[in-house]
């Protein structure tokens, strides 16, 4: 699972992701196959750099004690002083029950995108997006009834709108307290039928902390 969130302020948008602690690890040997490049403090917690192999990617991670704050740049990263200011300038809060992260009030920052990204071995990936993004997600037209609200199928870019397949499409689920969107896996072994139990039976419920 890992929550992704963009900040913006004037010139500024910038995007971040948070995971458990080892997930700058997981990411680097699994992902992106990149090596330590650099270690450096940001307001007493510590900061990891890694840089793909190739040098096309490189990702920037502060490690907090729960949790941790991904960044990812295209080739080199900036220098240290740029990425400490950049860490610097973020409100974090960590408890083993989550992250919370926003600019300091003197940025005058904003959350542009707010989601949370769950992947289920065998099923599929759920994208819960926030409030913002949620609106914009549940189309205007009634959908089919399910056990906590509403369920429409959705043509995904670049596929037939009369394809019958349900990997050419993603599923939005939407109720009272929030909304939801599902991508299957293609490598699922369940049928049809089963997947679609699936999403049916879930729930949105996006909670301000």
Same mark, same amino acid.
């Given at each position: 699972?890992?929550?992704?969130?963009?900040?913006?302020?004037?010139?500024?948008?910038? &995007?971040?992701?948070?995971?458990?602690r080892g997930y700058h690890e997981f990411v680097g040997?699994?992902?992106?196959?990149?090596?330590?490049?650099?270690?450096?403090?940001? %307001?007493?917690? #510590?900061?990891?750099?890694?840089?793909?192999?190739?040098?096309?990617?490189?990702?920037?991670?502060?490690? #907090?004690?729960?949790?941790?704050?991904?960044?990812?740049?295209?080739?080199?990263?900036?220098?240290? %002083?740029?990425?400490?200011?950049?860490?610097?300038?973020?409100?974090?809060?960590?408890?083993?029950?989550?992250?919370?992260?926003?600019?300091?009030?003197?940025?005058?920052?904003?959350t542009a995108l707010e989601q949370v990204a769950v992947?289920? &071995?065998?099923?599929?990936?759920?994208?819960?997006?926030?409030?913002?993004?949620?609106?914009?997600?549940?189309?205007?037209?009634?959908? %089919?009834?399910?056990?906590?609200? #509403?369920?429409?199928?959705?043509?995904?870019?670049?596929?037939?709108?009369?394809?019958?397949?349900?990997?050419?499409?993603?599923?939005?689920?939407?109720?009272?307290?929030?909304?939801? *969107?599902?991508?299957?896996?293609? *490598?699922? *072994?369940?049928?049809?039928?089963?997947?679609?139990?699936?999403?049916?039976?879930?729930? &949105?419920?996006?909670?301000?902390?």
């Amino acid at each position: 699972m890992a929550t992704n969130v963009r900040f913006v302020g004037g010139v500024y948008s910038r &995007a971040f992701q948070i995971g458990s602690r080892g997930y700058h690890e997981f990411v680097g040997n699994h992902v992106l196959d990149a090596a330590p490049t650099d270690r450096f403090v940001v %307001k007493g917690r #510590e900061a990891v750099v890694s840089t793909s192999a190739d040098g096309d990617t490189t990702i920037v991670t502060l490690q #907090e004690r729960y949790h941790e704050l991904m960044t990812v740049f295209a080739g080199p990263p900036p220098n240290r %002083k740029t990425l400490i200011g950049l860490f610097g300038t973020l409100e974090i809060d960590d408890h083993p029950r989550g992250m919370r992260v926003r600019p300091e009030r003197f940025t005058q920052g904003d959350t542009a995108l707010e989601q949370v990204a769950v992947t289920v &071995a065998g099923r599929g990936t759920i994208v819960v997006p926030g409030p913002r993004q949620a609106r914009s997600l549940v189309p205007k037209h009634r959908g %089919k009834s399910t056990q906590h609200g #509403e369920l429409w199928r959705v043509p995904l870019p670049g596929r037939a709108t009369t394809s019958t397949d349900e990997h050419d499409h993603m599923y939005v689920v939407a109720g009272a307290r929030g909304a939801l *969107e599902v991508r299957f896996d293609p *490598e699922s *072994e369940l049928d049809r039928t089963a997947l679609l139990n699936w999403v049916g039976g879930l729930d &949105a419920a996006w909670t301000e902390a």
